[in-house]
């Protein structure tokens, strides 16, 4: 009896009970978790019939199965989502990390609390919020509510700075109520950064309606200065709501979710204020998948409960959920704000929900048609480079020496017109008499081919196509490197015009294939060989530095500091080596200057060969 047999048979001794199911693969570890309404039905329905590609690819792989009985739907759904937060299985729908979108931080447990973005959301007692669409709209979003709220963006550091100094000019434009005089109040600073919370929080609605009633009651006091000082920052707040593209996900109070498939599929999530756009978050998913209620969910889920991210009022959804109920209960309970499912029929609602699919829709096929113009690229130049296999994986190869510092080689990646940069490698280039392009190239396609023919990994796999920085002679050189070790990669040189652009593509024998003629391609092959010199160019300064650097380390009382004070003065190793004792006491004291002036002057004569920075 095979596995599926083994497996179906021990699925319908299942309870039909709501719970949990983990599908494991041969090693035993989790490639897929579950929630069920009914055990039984659940898993046994993987293990009969046909699937879609993705859950067939999936059931391939099961060897066994364990399943947790839960008391609830609920219960399932909560304990779900923790396994798949702690397993990340391969077969499970996942979002990207949100690691590289940026959170405003608050910790309002110190004195005078500041808004700071942090890169993600930490268990360290502070109140994050976000995340958001980069760091520039980050800082947008601190800066709107710190001139709202009259509160700091200024360096001083407080209290350490207040009085020391005259109110800088963000005080006298009246951008800051002027936190750094003596007289100000550190109550009301807190009383700011609270307000400044509850704006990040979502709640503005109810920090207008609180400061209005506290105007109102100034007035009937007659305060007047008091309630104009309110009026103002009401203001101010009311004009940070019509601000839709810099506050976005914080004042929004409807979401509408959009999710369509097509060679991908992709996930959208539009969020409005007040009935206007004002941002958007989108995902895509490459593997098509079904555009149905539990796939939302999932998405949902995941979505939501991202650290810091604050829920809307209400979401709109293009179908029904089947545990719509037990998802907005999750949520609720996780992040402490009411949210309301609603898959709208008509009206401006159903609107924002077909523009939501509409930009799904139109994402999907914005990335598919880069793909096909990136897949038509690399066509293109299998065609006219007469090349036997598709050049799936390019590499290239450029040379940069500076003199004595020594010559350096840096190899590039393309992988399917895109940069593998986990692939790049650089070579510093050995036992050579002065600068030489030709014998360099020759060593560093050597070493890169033999390291693959001993077998090492990193070196792997061979390229579909080499490609070289220079003209025929380099190219030709390149060749013979690989025909000395009787490997045979197609290599072609990239000839720069006189503007410094890749104009064309170049064979040992000197024959040129222009490739102005199609943009696609001039972008690409120029791509490749400004990112092969910036690399070069990179590591070269690279050992530069570093060589600068242990030629004052060896001398005695230059440490770090006064050797940035001498590369600081002089700019370079040779202007040091240069100067006169007088000139290096203008930076060092006499005793240090003296060290460094003997050092470069052993008997009495300059050495040569200094190198530039």
Same mark, same amino acid.
């Given at each position: 009896?095979?596995?599926?047999?083994?497996?179906?048979?021990?699925?319908?001794?299942?309870?039909?009970?709501?719970?949990?199911?983990?599908?494991? !693969?041969?090693?035993?570890?989790?490639?897929?978790?579950?929630?069920?309404?009914?055990?039984?039905?659940?898993?046994?329905?993987?293990?009969?019939?046909?699937?879609?590609?993705?859950?067939?690819?999936?059931?391939?792989?099961?060897?066994?199965?364990?399943?947790?009985?839960?008391?609830?739907?609920?219960?399932?759904?909560?304990?779900?989502?923790?396994?798949?937060?702690?397993?990340?299985?391969?077969?499970?729908?996942?979002?990207?990390?949100?690691?590289?979108?940026?959170?405003?931080?608050?910790?309002?447990?110190?004195?005078?609390?500041?808004?700071?973005?942090?890169?993600?959301?930490? #268990?360290?007692?502070?109140?994050?919020?976000?995340?958001?669409?980069?760091?520039?709209?980050?800082?947008?979003?601190?800066?709107?509510?710190?001139?709202?709220?009259?509160?700091?963006?200024?360096?001083?550091?407080?209290?350490? !700075?207040?009085?020391?100094e005259r109110p800088c000019l963000n005080y006298h434009m009246g951008k800051c109520a002027g936190w750094c005089l003596r007289d100000a109040d550190p109550a009301d600073y807190l009383v700011r950064t609270g307000q400044a919370a509850l704006i990040l929080a979502g709640k503005s609605d109810e920090l207008i309606t609180e400061l209005r009633g506290k105007m109102e009651s100034a007035a009937e006091e007659l305060r007047f200065e008091r309630a104009a000082e309110l009026r103002d920052r009401i203001r101010a707040i009311e004009g940070l709501q019509n601000r839709q593209r810099v506050i976005a996900t914080a004042f929004a109070d409807t979401d509408a979710v959009g999710f369509r498939r097509g060679a991908k599929s992709c996930f959208t999530v539009l969020h409005f204020s007040g009935g206007d756009l004002a941002s958007k978050d989108l995902e895509i998913l490459d593997e098509?998948?079904?555009?149905?209620?539990?796939?939302?969910?999932?998405?949902?889920?995941?979505?939501?409960?991202?650290?810091?991210?604050?829920?809307? #009022?209400?979401?709109?959804?293009?179908?029904?959920?089947?545990?719509?109920?037990?998802?907005?209960?999750?949520?609720?309970?996780?992040?402490?704000?009411?949210?309301?499912?609603?898959?709208?029929q008509r009206g401006e609602r159903a609107r924002q929900v077909q523009r939501a699919q509409m930009n799904a829709q139109e994402e999907i096929l914005r990335r598919t048609t880069t793909e096909q113009r990136r897949s038509k690229t690399l066509e293109w130049l299998q065609k006219e480079l007469q090349l036997e296999q598709f050049p799936h994986r390019i590499e290239a190869f450029d040379i940069s020496n500076l003199g004595s510092m020594g010559i350096v080689a840096a190899m590039t990646v393309f992988q399917d017109g895109k940069p593998l940069k986990s692939a790049y490698r650089k070579f510093r280039i050995r036992d050579l008499e002065g600068p030489d392009d030709y014998a360099s190239m020759y060593q560093a396609v050597s070493r890169r081919f033999q390291r693959y023919l001993d077998g090492d990994e990193k070196f792997a796999p061979l390229p579909d196509l080499l490609l070289i920085d220079g003209g025929d002679t380099h190219t030709a050189t390149a060749r013979a490197a690989l025909e000395a070790l009787g490997l045979s990669v197609p290599c072609f040189?990239?000839?720069? !015009?006189?503007?410094?652009?890749?104009?064309?593509?170049?064979?040992?024998a000197g024959h040129e294939i222009g490739i102005r003629g199609n943009q696609a391609v001039f972008s690409l092959i120029g791509n490749i060989q400004e990112e092969t010199h910036n690399s070069a160019i990179t590591y070269q300064r690279k050992l530069r530095n570093e060589g600068l650097a242990s030629a004052l380390d060896s001398i005695p009382g230059i440490g770090s500091k006064r050797k940035n004070d001498l590369l600081r003065h002089f700019r370079s190793l040779r202007a040091i080596r240069g100067a006169e004792l007088a000139e290096l006491q203008e930076v060092l004291p006499r005793n240090a200057a003296e060290a460094v002036y003997n050092a470069f002057h052993k008997d009495g004569e300059e050495e040569n060969g200094g190198e530039e920075t």
């Open positions: 009896m095979d596995n599926t047999k083994l497996l179906l048979e021990k699925a319908n001794r299942l309870p039909l009970l709501p719970g949990v199911y983990i599908m494991l !693969d041969a090693s035993g570890a989790v490639i897929y978790v579950g929630k069920a309404k009914k055990l039984k039905n659940r898993v046994s329905s993987y293990f009969h019939g046909d699937h879609l590609p993705k859950v067939a690819a999936m059931v391939a792989k099961v060897q066994d199965f364990q399943v947790i009985v839960a008391e609830s739907e609920f219960e399932a759904l909560v304990l779900e989502n923790s396994l798949i937060k702690r397993h990340k299985p391969h077969y499970n729908i996942l979002l990207k990390d949100d690691k590289g979108y940026p959170f405003i931080r608050l910790d309002r447990k110190v004195p005078y609390p500041r808004m700071e973005i942090a890169s993600r959301a930490e #268990k360290d007692g502070a109140d994050y919020y976000g995340p958001f669409g980069g760091r520039s709209r980050t800082r947008e979003i601190i800066d709107a509510i710190s001139a709202a709220l009259l509160l700091p963006d200024c360096a001083r550091v407080f209290p350490r !700075d207040v009085g020391k098509p998948l079904e555009e149905d209620g539990e796939v939302i969910a999932g998405l949902l889920r995941q979505y939501y409960l991202t650290p810091g991210r604050i829920p809307p #009022k209400t979401v709109l959804l293009p179908c029904e959920l089947e545990d719509g109920e037990d998802l907005v209960r999750l949520i609720e309970e996780k992040t402490g704000r009411r949210m309301h499912l609603e898959v709208p040189g990239m000839v720069k !015009d006189d503007r410094h652009r890749t104009r064309a593509l170049i064979t040992d």
